[in-house]
């Protein structure tokens, strides 16, 4: 058997086994949504002062004035059938508006994640091949710093030094500066979307709104990556096929960054998952402080409203991320050490 038929094997069978999961979460979301105290046809009827009737009419499109189990029979229905149900908030189909955001999210994260690994993997190496030394504890000093620190601080710090004061970064209102043309939407990602139509003024302004945000995501999340890279880099220095390359006489350039490196990957890359997951539904606040159209900000407006099909909607595309990501995370430790699936 192949190493590329094993990694599917491998996969499929995750993939089965995170459906009751999958299920789990939305019976769970589904259930929680209804305990919620106040009642959205309430909200959604202009306020307490509206008329019963009014009150009435718009239970029964959101489909209110049914049992529970009969509202989750239904809702399990329209899942199967691709519909997610429709925002009172903004009056588009759930899905159309997470369509529309999600590679807002998704760009923020990716680059956040891609800054974040550019610093964590050079400082995880240097702080384990200068064990307990002065890099190594300024190393550890940064990594509890960013934890330390909320992202809605460090993204006003960092709003208030370089937009304020020093007047460099663009002004923290969405992704794209109001007065750059919008790229023809292919998609949804603007730096992908504005190379394709060349048009590389909205390229830049793209690329200058999202430096402060990703730069907020990435120092949040540099501490667990830096940690274990560190971590993992120590385990691996000290065994023996290290010790053996370095008496046939490998330099030490080789040795690390070839073998050391390479058998040091696999706990990185469960927590490179982990924290990819946890930065795309986790960043709300990211979001919010920079006015960023992602599905988190979407997810908590809809919230603060007791929308429910937004938010149940949220939370099941966050649990579908975190299953894909998961099966990810298998071929690439397939890639990274074949021992692991032929096994």
């Known amino acids: 058997m192949s190493i590329a038929s094993a990694i599917a094997r491998r996969a499929g ?42 009150i009435q009419m718009i239970r029964e499109q959101m489909g209110l004035d049914k049992p529970i189990p009969q509202q989750l029979l239904l809702y399990l229905r329209d899942i199967g059938t691709g519909n997610l149900g429709r925002s009172m908030t903004t009056g588009q189909t759930v899905m159309a508006d997470l369509v529309n955001r999600l590679p807002a999210s998704l760009e923020l994260t990716f680059t956040a994640l891609l ?58 209102t969405g992704r794209i500066d109001v007065f750059a043309s919008q790229p023809p939407r292919l998609t949804g990602f603007l730096l992908i979307d504005s190379a394709l139509a060349g048009d590389w003024d909205a390229w830049y302004s793209a690329a200058s709104q999202l430096v402060l945000p990703a730069s907020t995501m990435a ?46 990957l696999l706990p990185v890359l469960t927590i490179m998952g982990i924290v990819f997951s946890t930065m795309l539904g986790a960043n709300v606040l990211v979001e919010k402080v920079f006015s960023w159209p992602g599905v988190a900000s979407y997810a908590l407006d809809a919230l603060l409203s007791s929308d429910y099909a937004p938010v149940q909607g949220f939370v099941l595309l966050m649990a579908t991320i975190f299953v894909m990501v998961n099966l990810t995370i298998d071929v690439l430790y397939g890639l990274a050490d074949p021992r692991i699936t032929i096994e």
């Open 219 to 264: 120092l949040f999340v540099l501490a667990p990556l830096a940690r274990m890279t560190r971590a993992s880099m120590l385990a691996v220095l000290t065994s023996d096929f290290v010790r053996t390359g370095e008496a046939l006489g490998l330099s030490r350039k080789r040795v690390v960054l070839v073998y050391a490196l390479r058998n040091a």
């Open 115 to 172: 800054l974040a690994l550019s610093l964590a993997l050079p400082l995880g190496i240097l702080a384990a091949l200068k064990p307990n030394s002065l890099v190594d504890h300024g190393v550890r000093f940064l990594c509890s710093l960013g934890v330390c620190v909320p992202t809605f601080v460090s993204g006003l710090l960092l709003i208030y030094a370089f937009y304020y004061i020093l007047g460099i970064a663009p002004d923290p």
């Open 13 to 54: 069978r995750r993939a089965i086994s995170s459906l009751p999961a999958l299920f789990g979460v939305v019976v769970f979301t589904f259930l929680l949504m209804r305990v919620l105290p106040g009642d959205p046809a309430i909200f959604f009827a202009s306020g307490p002062n509206a008329g019963q009737a009014e």
